[in-house]
C-alpha cells in the first residue's frame, strides 16, 4: 500500500458520500427518500462548506433529478445521485433512457423494499424491478466497499468501451445505517485513480460541435430497424465490455489502495465444499460466519456473492458453482412470476451453460427490514444439504421462506 | 475481546447518537465496531435501541443483536414499557440511569455487574432536559471498564450535537463517570 489514508466512524450512507466526494462530481442532483436521506444531506454539507465544488440541485422529485443530470451529462459533466423504492419507481421513465443515450452517470441505490403493503425499510426489490433497464449494478457487503465501489464506479461508466450509468446498491438500514471503521484514502490518490476528467466524450452538448442526440429510429422499414437494433447490438456489447473493465478497475484499485475485492463473483471457502450459499449485498457477512462455524461441525460448505449483477457474470459464476453439488440462493426480493427470488432464477439460467443439472434451492428472506442472522443461513445449509441428498429432481422445489411464520401459527 | 451492546432510550435522548460516539471510541482504542439503530417510526419519547458490536478483529455480520453482553438503558421509566433484559447473558451488565436505590431496581438474575447513575438529575442540572446519553456513556465506562473515560471525551468531541454544546456534553460524561454507583459480582455476594 503506498497511500496514507485516515480511519473514520461512519455509516454506509455517510461512506457512500465521502466516495461521492472524493471522486470531484460537477453536478449532484437530488430528492431525499428514506433510507437514502442522510446520504444527501451529507452532500449538501459537504457543497455547503465547500469541501465538495459541485452544483447542487434540489429538484422537486426523482423524475426530475433524472432528467436534469441527463441534461449535465450531455454536457459533459460529471454526475450523481441517489435514490431507492419509490423514488426509483417514479425515476423510471428517464432511467430506463439512460442507458441508451450512454451517460456515465454514477447513482446509489440504498435498496429499500417496494410498496404494497406500506413500508419504508431495507429490501432490494426495487432493483430487482430494474435488473434489465440497461445500468450496469454492483452490491456491497459492507461500508467500506461502498466508499471504494462508489470511486470506481465512475472508472467502469466512463470507460470509453462501456459509457453507461452505474447502479452502486447498498442494503437499507443494515447498511446505510450500520456504523463501522471505515479507511478513507487520501484525495491526491483518488485524483491518480481517476485520472483526467473526460466525461461523456463523444456526445457533448457542444455549440461548436453540434451533434444530434436520441435520434428517431427503428419502425418497419428495414433500414429504420437496422439502425435500432444497432443501437441494441452496442448497448449489450458495452454492457459485456463491462465485465472486464470492472475486473481491471479493481484490480487497480487493489494495487493503489491495497483493498481486495472480488470485481464479479466472490468465492469463499468453496475448497472441497459440497454446498455454497450464494449472497447479494449486506447478508454476505452473517453467511460467511455461519459458513465458518458449519465447517467446525464437520459440514463443508462455502458462500458465492455476487458483486456485479448486471452485466450478470456468467462464467464467473459458473467456475465458482463448478466446484459444489447444490446451491442455496438467498434473495432479498421476489420474482412474483417465477414464485422465487430472482437471484435464484438468474443462477437457474448461468448453470444451464454448465450442462450439470444440481440442485438449487431458492431462499428469500430479509424484505421490509427484516433481519437475516448467521441462525438463518443454519437454515439455509440445512436445507441445501436435504436437497443435495434427496439428489436433482426436474420438478420446481418449494420456495423457502425465511423470517416467515411457522406453518400453522397465527394468521 | 467480543462484546455486544444494547443501548435503550427513548426518541430525544441520543441513544443512537451515543452508539455512535461509543463506536468512534472504540475504534480509537484499536477496536473493530458495528453499531445499528434500530428503526421504526422514531418520534421524540417513543423507545428506541441501538446495538453494538465490538471486537478485536473485523467484525463481518451487519445483524441486530440477540444475546447482549450488556445492556446500558438511558431512560428510567423504559424499563416498565420495554424488556430490556430481553436475550441478556448470563454474567451480564445492566447501566442503568435512575435516581432510585439499587435494592428498588428489579433485575433479573442474568444481571451480574449493576451500574446506576441518577442521569436525569445531572441532565436537568446541565442542560435543563432530560437528555441522558453523554451521561449514560460515562457511567458505562465506570460500569464496565471496557472504554477508557478519555477514549469517550475524545470522542466527543467529533460527534455532531444539535441540542447542547460541546462543553456542556464533556462536563455531563464526566459527572456520570464520577457518580454512577457499582454493584460488581463480589459485593453483590
Known amino acids: 500500500m503506498n497511500n496514507m489514508s485516515r480511519i473514520a466512524v461512519c455509516d454506509g450512507n455517510e461512506a457512500a458520500a465521502i466516495g461521492v466526494k472524493l471522486s470531484r462530481p460537477d453536478v449532484v442532483a437530488v430528492y431525499p427518500i428514506t433510507p437514502q436521506s442522510s446520504l444527501v444531506e451529507y452532500l449538501s454539507k459537504f457543497i455547503a462548506e465547500g469541501t465538495l465544488d459541485a452544483e447542487l440541485m434540489n429538484l422537486e422529485g426523482e423524475h426530475s433529478v433524472l432528467s436534469a443530470l441527463q441534461g449535465a451529462c450531455l454536457a459533459g459533466a460529471r454526475t450523481y445521485t441517489a435514490t431507492c423504492g419509490p423514488g426509483l419507481a417514479f425515476m423510471f421513465e428517464p432511467y430506463i433512457r439512460t442507458p441508451g443515450l450512454r451517460l456515465p452517470m454514477v447513482a446509489s441505490l440504498v435498496n429499500r423494499d417496494m410498496l404494497s403493503p406500506q413500508c419504508v425499510w431495507g429490501g432490494q426489490q426495487d432493483v430487482m424491478t430494474v435488473r434489465d433497464a440497461g445500468w450496469i449494478h454492483m452490491f456491497c457487503e459492507s461500508a467500506q466497499e461502498v466508499l471504494d465501489t462508489v470511486i470506481m464506479a465512475y472508472r467502469i461508466a466512463e470507460h470509453p468501451e462501456v459509457m453507461l450509468p452505474v447502479n452502486v446498491n447498498h442494503d437499507g438500514n443494515y447498511l446505510s445505517y450500520g456504523v463501522t471503521r471505515v479507511e478513507i484514502p487520501e484525495q491526491p490518490a483518488v485524483d491518480a485513480f481517476l485520472g483526467p476528467k473526460n466525461v461523456n466524450w463523444h456526445t457533448p452538448l457542444d455549440p461548436d460541435r453540434p451533434m444530434a442526440v436520441d435520434p428517431l429510429t427503428g419502425g418497419a422499414d428495414a433500414e429504420g430497424a437496422a439502425v435500432f437494433a444497432a443501437y441494441r447490438q452496442s448497448q449489450c456489447r458495452g454492457m459485456q465490455a463491462a465485465l472486464r473493465v470492472i475486473a481491471d478497475v479493481h484490480a487497480e484499485w487493489a494495487a493503489a489502495f491495497g483493498r481486495r475485492y472480488a470485481p464479479l463473483v466472490e468465492e469463499y471457502r468453496l475448497d472441497g465444499a459440497d454446498i455454497a450459499i450464494v449472497t447479494i449485498g449486506s447478508m454476505s457477512g452473517a453467511a460467511k460466519d455461519a459458513v465458518d462455524a458449519a465447517r467446525e461441525r464437520g459440514i463443508v460448505a462455502g458462500v458465492i456473492r455476487i458483486k456485479t449483477f448486471r452485466p450478470f457474470p456468467v462464467e464467473a459464476f459458473v467456475h465458482a458453482a463448478a466446484k459444489v453439488r447444490a446451491l442455496g440462493v438467498v434473495d432479498r426480493s421476489v420474482s412474483f412470476g417465477w414464485n422465487c427470488g430472482p437471484v435464484a432464477q438468474e443462477v437457474l439460467g448461468a448453470l444451464y451453460r454448465t450442462g450439470r443439472t444440481i440442485p438449487v434451492l431458492s431462499f428469500i428472506g430479509g424484505l421490509a427490514g427484516a433481519d437475516l442472522t448467521e441462525e438463518h443461513f443454519d437454515q439455509v445449509i440445512d436445507g441445501t444439504l436435504r436437497a443435495l441428498e434427496a439428489g436433482p429432481s426436474p420438478a420446481t422445489p418449494e420456495t423457502n421462506w425465511l423470517n416467515a411464520r411457522a406453518e400453522g401459527a397465527g394468521r | ?189
Open chain 2, 1 to 189: 475481546m467480543s462484546r455486544e451492546i444494547r443501548i435503550h432510550g427513548r426518541g430525544g435522548q441520543g441513544a443512537v447518537l451515543a452508539s455512535s460516539i461509543l463506536a468512534q471510541a472504540f475504534v480509537d482504542e484499536g477496536k473493530y465496531v458495528v453499531a445499528i439503530p434500530s428503526f421504526g417510526f422514531e418520534r421524540r419519547g417513543a423507545p428506541v435501541s441501538a446495538c453494538l458490536r465490538v471486537d478485536d478483529r473485523d467484525i463481518r455480520a451487519l445483524t441486530n443483536i440477540y444475546r447482549p453482553d450488556c445492556v446500558i438503558c438511558i431512560d428510567p421509566t423504559l424499563p416498565r414499557m420495554v424488556d430490556i433484559f430481553a436475550g441478556l447473558k448470563p454474567g451480564g451488565t445492566l447501566v442503568q440511569a435512575s435516581s432510585l436505590r439499587p435494592d428498588a431496581i428489579a433485575r433479573p438474575a442474568t444481571v451480574a455487574t449493576f451500574g446506576l447513575c441518577d442521569a436525569v438529575g445531572i441532565a436537568l442540572e446541565i442542560f435543563g432536559k432530560p437528555i441522558t446519553n453523554s451521561i449514560m456513556l460515562g457511567a458505562f465506562a465506570r460500569s464496565t471498564g471496557l472504554v477508557s473515560l478519555d477514549s469517550l471525551m475524545d470522542a466527543l468531541e467529533r460527534a455532531d450535537f444539535r441540542d447542547a454544546g460541546l462543553a456542556q456534553n464533556r462536563r455531563a460524561m464526566q459527572r456520570g463517570y464520577a457518580e454512577t454507583e457499582v454493584l460488581a459480582p463480589e459485593a453483590v455476594a
